[in-house]
T-cell receptor, first 114, second 117 residues
Framework: NAGVMQNPRHLVRRRGQEARLRCSPMKGHSHVYWYRQLPEEGLKFMVYLQKENIIDESGMPKERFSAEFPKEGPSILRIQQVVRGDSAAYFC????????????FGPGTRLTVL | AQTVTQSQPEMSVQEAETVTLSCTYDTSENNYYLFWYKQPPSRQMILVIRQEAYKQQNATENRFSVNFQKAAKSFSLKISDSQLGDTAMYFCAFMTDSGAGSYQLTFGKGTKLSVIP
């Protein structure tokens, strides 16, 4: 059973460009979570999605950030018009049956904004 | 809001020795879950151990065990027979219902553990 997959592992963007981060949950998992880790910090919750639904986006910045988890395909975290402060590691996690299940993490995408 | 505090930014331990990492949390909830995750230099987040607050028995996973003190809101991690591969950042995390059926992990700032040969 493959783990949570994230791609790309490293992404470099110039200010003003768009960043698209992809996450494929573990097989059989229908709950996806996105977290952001700034240097020397713990992870901070951004958004929780189930297939085709956003359940909790309380940790997501109100502008420029969006997330989706379509019926088919991976979950996408999209950052429009990136700024230097968006540079961070973005982790995706998935759980199988519900939000109280253990969350298993992917390897993360390290975004660098020049 | 829930908070998680890890008071030891860095620790070191000799190989084969035992080390304890501390974690305290603040919540008014009665039903919650606690976790320790490990982040080695590869930066992958790896689950170490999970504890349900309603369980009085402390969780164990091989060389890893916890001391869960619910009244004191303390959740320490003990690593026995430390190995070089245990060198990593260790994050304590807390999870409870944040409303509308959403459970989000709240992480501490981490403890950097170095195992010395």
């Amino acid at each position: 059973n493959a783990g949570v997959m994230q791609n790309p592992r490293h992404l470099v963007r110039r200010r003003g460009q768009e960043a698209r981060l992809r996450c494929s949950p573990m097989k059989g998992h229908s709950h996806v979570y996105w977290y952001r880790q700034l240097p020397e910090e713990g992870l901070k919750f951004m958004v929780y999605l189930q297939k085709e639904n956003i359940i909790d986006e309380s940790g997501m910045p109100k502008e420029r950030f969006s997330a989706e988890f379509p019926k088919e395909g991976p979950s996408i975290l999209r950052i429009q018009q990136v700024v230097r402060g968006d540079s961070a590691a973005y982790f995706c996690a998935s759980s199988p049956n519900g939000p109280t299940d253990t969350q298993y993490f992917g390897p993360g995408t390290r975004l660098t904004v020049l | 809001a829930q908070t998680v505090t890890q008071s030891q930014p860095e620790m070191s331990v000799q190989e084969a020795e035992t080390v304890t990492l501390s974690c305290t949390y603040d919540t008014s909830e009665n039903n919650y879950y606690l976790f320790w995750y490990k982040q080695p230099p590869s930066r992958q987040m790896i689950l170490v151990i999970r504890q349900e607050a309603y369980k009085q028995q402390n969780a164990t996973e091989n060389r890893f065990s916890v001391n869960f003190q619910k009244a004191a809101k303390s959740f320490s991690l003990k690593i026995s027979d430390s190995q070089l591969g245990d060198t990593a950042m260790y994050f304590c995390a807390f999870m409870t219902d944040s409303g509308a059926g959403s459970y989000q992990l709240t992480f501490g700032k981490g403890t950097k553990l170095s195992v010395i040969p």
